[in-house]
């Protein structure tokens, strides 16, 4: 009988909090990677064969897919997938496959990849939007026939076998998207870092995990093992012993507890001790997300990401489509506000259908509101759309990645002209519908004084300013120790852009993940943000941590942090302020890296 195996503790970074125990279930690195194997000619018509029967399997599966969709959606979305079929009904396409797998004697995974990308490259380089939308379907159905042709059902993201903690190098933000809710406990990734767009999607999803964990767990744990997640410590443990298994089973009621009595104050109003009041609002990516915004009473939404319309969709929706969304969103705020952002598109949000083209750098490239010089058509689709739902409800527009003024002034000369037109078409919108701005790049911060003359509001983007100021891909675990939002210098930007924001007398927002981790609560309460927008499930912790301070206190820690040495020194006096005014933030929700 073989030994018990060992229990083995990896540490990564925590990025959503809860606790799972379960089964693994690893997702291979890069699916549309395939290695060169040679094949003797004996083993040619295996190879096809195989080829042939992952093909009809690829074609089954879109089929069930369709109807899945015809039923929940209707016939004309599900329609989408008829260019994924046409696609594997390519008769010269998988001819000219076949025949060189004949030829070069090579596996037909590996040639059927070479063709694919070799087709994906020339069809993203045509400048013609139908091209590119095109070159997302090959994508996404080659990766469904490599999967298939490979026998490896189980890694459908969107359909699991069972319970799973799924175990991968990376998950992008359409995987995490697309990950089937009912059956991921958690994920642990190899990569990646808490801002990341993965890790915020987890967080809104409320799925536990834990990324950039930096070692080969791949090599080191296989399917089928029993692992714990832990996304308040970062911990990932193989092989989990009897006490350590009773111990994390004590947590998890200890957790849920805490969470039930938080819930309970949901109604409470989120101001200090000594009458000063913040609001605390909703991020949200999905529609679906409204009701968790609601049960944790959320003062509206503070951040609509409507790029996830975009992502792992083959089609940008249109101006009607879009327009359904957000007047829907409108309707169903009861008297609260919603700010909707343009699409913020590049950097770790690649959607295939805007940015199939390769950026070295593209967090420094063509990146949202860059994009659409392009693309104005999307962008004044977009507007609106939004415009038109301000008739419904309180409805503010946000754009995304603002570094000059001049890019504020042309947006808002946009804006115009879509009231001129919706007004001389007789479609009614909110006149006074408010128009803010992301101030997520440091230019933007030190020229606050002059873009606050010019809108109705700040959110400041937390996520994007610590990474252009500190020069730290928000992605990157090897330089996650850099990625300090507590540091002086983030700090003193943040101050700025509040002083210029209240001499104007704008409103400033925070909705990067500053906002929803209690460890800067003081700092930004003290600092006289005005509202703080964030994962639903944060809004009861922090809105406790409000509860529990002094105005006072807060302004005294921003004092002495703004001379502090290091952001370390800032956080362990911002702990040491909330052991004391309430332990059980620090103890239990735990958003510690
Ligand atoms: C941010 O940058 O802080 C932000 C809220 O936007 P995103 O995370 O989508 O870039
Ligand atoms: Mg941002």
Known sequence: MAPPAKESVFHGIPASPGIAIGT???LAKNEFSVEQRKIAP????????GFREALTKTRSQIQELQNKIQKILSEKDSRIFDAHLLIIDDKILMDEIEETVRKEKSNIGYVFSKTIQRYIVAISSIEDKYFRERASDIKDVAERILKNLHGREDVFLEHLPGERIIIAHDLTPSDTAGLDRDNVLAFATESGSRTSHTAIMARSMQIPAVVGIQENIQALIKSGDLVIVDGHSGNLILNPTTETLAQYAE???????FYEEILKESNLRPET?????IQLAANIDKQDEISNARLYGAAGVGLFRTEYLLINSSKIPSEEEQFAVYSELASSM???SIIIRTFDVGGDKLSEIITPHHEANPFLGCRAVRLFREHIDILVDQIKAIVRASAFGKVKIMFPMISTGEEVDELLRIVKGVKEELSSRKIPFDEKIETGIMIEIPSAALISDLLARKVDFFSIGSNDLVQYTMAVDRTNEKVAYLYQPANPAILMLIKLIVKSARRHKIWVSVCGEMAGDPRYTPLLLGMGIHELSMTPASIGPVRRLVRSLKMHDAQKLVERSLAANSAKE??????ELISRVAPDIINLAGTGD
Request: aromatic share 4%; charged share 45%; net charge negative.
């Open 570 to 575: 800032v956080i362990q006096m911002s702990e």
């Open 334 to 336: 009861e008297g609260h």
């Open 42 to 49: 004996s083993e040619i018509e295996k190879e096809i064969e």
């Open 251 to 257: 947590k998890e009621t200890k957790e849920q507890k």
């Open 273 to 277: 001790l000594d009458g000063f009041r």
């Open 24 to 26: 693994v279930l690893i």
